[in-house]
């Protein structure tokens, strides 16, 4: 490989700063200030670099070093980076080299042919003795030499000094799912990415698939993962999606429980996710003021995408590069986005995992869930985040409830109902029974108020009432010490729900009593533990239907969210409520003026405590074919680029 002239570097006595940029002709660039300022401590932050029109970044940590030979070195010119792959030792054949890094192309998302031009067999067992070998229509150099840290196979770039770094794919943000990127410090700490490229969006860095092994004590060992931005993970703010929140108080100085768990088991964070503000439920766009909505990727690429885990359910539906998202669940906050989104998603049983340095909405209500293309990889991250409070098991109830289900194929969204019934019903070898819930709860409280009544403003009272003092009050007050009385702006949405509360006469107390008079029942009528299958009936409810939600269409002022319906029955019976998605639907596009399409999921239920047979049980749902993957783009059944966005890159965005 032959390297290009440098460009002359200011004289460091004549300038405080001196900025330059090396390219070879393989066009492999590297971006880099080096400042000179007389009692300054310079601290690298890393490097980006361009490897044809892929964008990387180097982490400042040096992984390895490799004694060059002296013949080596002059080849080289310092300043530039030299791109090569790492392939474990062994007798290869330059045939059989061929196969493995076919196999790395078609597995890893950051690895391309540019990193074909120099090739290191990492340790001793090899007899490939040739400085030339012919891979994938490359003339590769073998590079020799000894390392003196083991290297995992995959890409990487080399100093001319011989100094080994990662590399990290940089992607755009392109549906603005992410409100920070992340990187880790590498002593628990982690730190805003120092990158931008192309896309109008923030950069996020992901590592080479390639560098991980997923072991029994890191079962997510290189699993990409985006967390909502109200957990706090340590040295990064935390906005709850709000800009004064965010630039009021520092940087975390603890990682939330859920997140902490996600890491433990060798997990990478990637990036903090866009939030409805203080995780109220908001419609894109009239209710989203501080920050602007996250874009859903689906059907004309102009529809909502629920909240409050909006950027969770965006980046999961858009990017093949983000494995699983983080989100909360209060009253929808991981369903709504997954529903909406067509992707797996779950509210767990209350109380799953502790929510230590987590925003809290309502606390009788706040869960932790996850959302994800592949139930496979959503099952392990559930398995690490909930750990030893969820236990598995395999006998499956012969019973299902339904709710307003669909009785005939009257529209396509029906059709996939009707039919995903018929399958599971098939496959449990059960009886599937339709049930009103509201009737039956008049049946059987002959004295006590419909549910609709006594439940109406249970919710609002909760997440209101509750919030207040825990989040608003200690904010304003915050703020005002440090702005001269002032207050912070909020959006319409939390400020016309705490403004109700505040003016109603329904205590905390009075709706945790009709939430428990309820869960008292439903918890011994409807889904009711058992000892064989953990839960006696699996109920099941309609998510979505493909219908619309145009983001560019002008709504009525926000009021409080009253009501009872499917949606609350999880939270007020503190039982686990899943989402699959089994299909999608066509639509009339009044932005494309097309036929697009857009998700249909399915809602499953079962008895608090059983999240792990449930868990279990889609998991065998989808090893029989009934269940599969999401895909990320415009479809998740056929990919597709998003509208409006093309993809990019060696493999494009859209690539599972």
């Not at 150099?141 to 890409?155: E, H, K, W």
């Not at 996600?262 to 894109?284: C, H, P, R, Y």
């Not at 869960?367 to 985040?385: N, S």
Request: proline share 6%; with cysteine; glycine share 10%.
């Amino acid at each position: 490989m032959s390297i290009g002239p440098i460009p002359t570097i200011p004289n460091p006595q004549k300038s405080a700063t001196a900025c330059m940029r090396l390219r070879s002709v393989s066009s492999a660039a590297i971006f880099c200030c080096c400042c000179y300022v007389v009692g300054a401590v310079v601290t690298s932050t890393g490097i980006t670099v361009s490897l044809g029109d892929v964008s990387y970044f180097l982490p400042p940590k040096v992984v390895a070093s490799i004694s060059l030979s002296e013949d080596v070195k002059r080849m080289l010119v310092s300043g530039t980076f030299v791109p090569f792959t790492v392939v474990k030792g062994g007798d290869y054949s330059a045939a059989e080299l061929a196969s493995v890094t076919a196999k790395y192309l078609e597995e890893d998302d950051v690895f391309q042919e540019g990193f074909l031009e120099g090739l290191y067999l990492q340790g001793e067992n090899h007899t490939l003795s040739t400085s030339q070998v012919q891979i994938q229509n490359i003339s590769a150099s073998v590079i020799t030499g000894q390392a003196s840290q083991t290297l995992n196979p995959g890409p990487y770039f080399m100093s001319a000094a011989g100094e080994v770094y990662e590399a990290w794919r940089l992607y755009s943000d392109t549906n603005g799912a992410f409100t920070e990127s992340a990187i880790a410090n590498g002593d628990g700490s982690y730190s805003v990415l120092p990158a931008g490229i192309l896309g109008q969006r923030i950069a996020i860095a992901v590592p080479s698939r390639l560098y991980y092994a997923k072991t029994e004590e890191k079962p997510l060992a290189g699993v990409r993962i985006g967390i909502k931005d109200l957990y706090d993970v340590k040295g990064l703010r935390t906005s709850n999606g709000n800009r004064a929140w965010y630039w009021l108080y520092p940087p975390a100085d603890a990682t939330a429980t859920p997140v902490q768990n996600l890491i433990d088991a060798g997990a990478i964070i990637v990036g903090k996710m866009v939030m409805s503000q203080f995780a109220n439920g908001e419609t894109a766009t009239a209710d989203w003021v501080d920050y602007h909505e996250s874009f859903n990727p689906r059907g004309d690429g102009y529809q909502d995408t629920s909240s409050s885990s909006s950027g969770g359910g965006a980046g999961t539906g858009a990017y093949a590069w983000l494995d699983v998202s983080l989100g909360s669940d209060t009253g929808g906050s991981v369903r709504g986005p997954s529903q909406v989104q067509g992707l797996y998603g779950n509210r767990p049983s209350h109380g799953l995992v502790s929510l230590e340095h987590t925003m809290p909405m309502s606390p009788v209500l706040d869960t932790a869930g996850l959302m994800a293309r592949d139930p496979i990889l959503w099952i392990a991250a559930a398995k690490a985040m909930y750990g030893s409070n969820m236990t598995f098991s395999t006998a499956y109830p012969t019973k299902i409830t339904t709710l307003g289900w669909p009785t005939s194929a009257d529209s396509i969204a029906d059709s996939l109902l009707v039919d995903f019934l018929a399958n599971v019903t098939s496959f449990l070898k059960a009886n599937a029974t339709a049930f009103n819930m509201s009737t039956t709860w008049i049946e059987e409280n002959p004295t006590v108020d419909p549910l609709e009544a006594l439940l109406n403003i249970t919710y609002p009272i909760l997440i209101a009432k509750q919030q207040m003092p825990l989040v608003r009050d200690p904010f304003y007050r915050d703020y005002a010490a440090k702005y001269d009385g002032r207050r912070p702006f909020v959006d319409p949405v939390p400020l016309v729900r705490w403004g109700w509360a505040e003016n109603s006469t329904a205590t905390v107390e009075e709706a945790v009593a009709n939430k428990t008079m309820f869960m008292s029942w439903f918890n011994s009528t409807v889904l009711v533990p058992d000892a064989e299958t953990c839960s006696n009936s699996l109920l099941m409810y309609v998510g979505s239907i493909g219908d619309t939600i145009y983001r560019n269409v002008y709504r009525d002022e926000p009021g409080p969210p009253y009501g009872f319906g499917e949606w609350s029955v999880s939270g007020f019976s503190e039982a686990p409520d899943f989402v699959v998605p089994i299909g999608e639907a066509p639509y009339n596009s009044s932005i494309t003026h097309h036929v697009e399409y857009l998700p249909v999921t399915v809602d499953f239920m079962v008895a608090k405590g059983c999240d792990g047979m449930l868990f279990s049980l889609i998991e065998s749902l989808y090893e029989a074919g009934i269940l599969k993957k999401a895909l990320a783009g415009r479809s998740g059944i056929t990919g597709g680029d998003i509208l409006f966005r093309r993809g990019v890159g060696v493999w494009g965005d859209m690539r599972e």
